[in-house]
């Protein structure tokens, strides 16, 4: 049963701290998304890559966000320093964009973040 | 402005009971997707049902079936039977443009939709 694996699942931290959260496609799928939960703001998409390229990346704050895909079976999201309105779940979610009708994204289990 | 509404923030529904969950979008592509998915306590986006707005008939997956009402730019789900694992926060969500590179969803604030035994 192929799934996106994301890690870690929960991480605390303190104010202007490096974090980097992990995430891991299903294999052969070629769109990768990022995606911040808070409570204020519900879902909100951060950046997204097709075939490892970034396509949008306008929902990121540039000063302290990065997200990368060094290949096809990672991508990463970055926040340095970290603040702490940062603190969320993020969700990595991954989809095909050719030869399936729906092109739905299946998401990961999140990783929580708290910075104190 | 909301590109996609969800107005009801709870519903509270005895099982067995259908339930309706309200979602408008506004869009001017005339291609797009929408999508319910279902959040659980547990915290995971499970993915429920798709709706091309091209598609004539309305989606239907198990007991999940979406009423797609296209002049009115709607697309409620609907649960038949429901049970108590359904308890959960339910997203609305719609892609625009159904050209390759154009996959980014925008989500709804959501419903939470509570099952009474």
């Known amino acids: 049963d192929a799934r996106v694996t994301q890690t870690p699942r929960h991480k605390v931290t303190e104010m202007g701290q490096e974090v980097t959260m992990r995430c891991q496609p299903i294999?052969?799928?070629?769109?990768v998304f990022w995606y911040r939960q808070t409570m204020m703001q519900g879902l909100e998409l951060l950046a997204y890559f097709r075939n490892r390229a970034p396509l949008d990346d306008s929902g990121m704050p540039k000063d302290r966000f990065s997200a990368e895909m060094p290949d096809a079976t990672l991508a990463t999201l970055k926040i340095q320093p970290s603040e702490p309105r940062d603190s969320a779940v993020y969700f990595c979610?991954?989809?095909?964009?050719?030869?399936?009708?729906?092109?739905?994204?299946?998401f990961g289990p999140g990783t929580r973040l708290t910075v104190t | 402005a909301q590109k996609i509404t969800q107005t009801q923030p709870g519903m509270f529904v005895q099982e067995k009971e259908a339930v309706t969950l309200d979602c408008t979008y506004d869009?001017?592509?005339?291609?797009?997707?929408l999508f319910w998915y279902k959040q659980p306590s547990s915290g995971e986006m499970i993915f429920l049902i798709y709706q091309g707005s091209y598609d004539q008939q309305n989606a239907t997956e198990g007991r999940y079936s979406l009423n797609f009402q296209k002049a009115r730019k709607s697309a409620n789900l609907v649960i038949s039977a429901s049970q108590l694992g359904d308890s959960a926060m339910y997203f609305c969500a719609m892609r625009e443009g159904l050209i390759q590179g154009a996959q980014k969803l925008v989500f709804g604030q959501g419903t939470r939709l509570t099952i009474n035994p």
């Open positions: 294999l052969g799928h070629n769109t």
């Open positions: 979610a991954s989809g095909l964009d050719y030869g399936t009708p729906t092109y739905e994204q299946y």
């Open positions: 869009t001017s592509d005339p291609s797009y997707g």
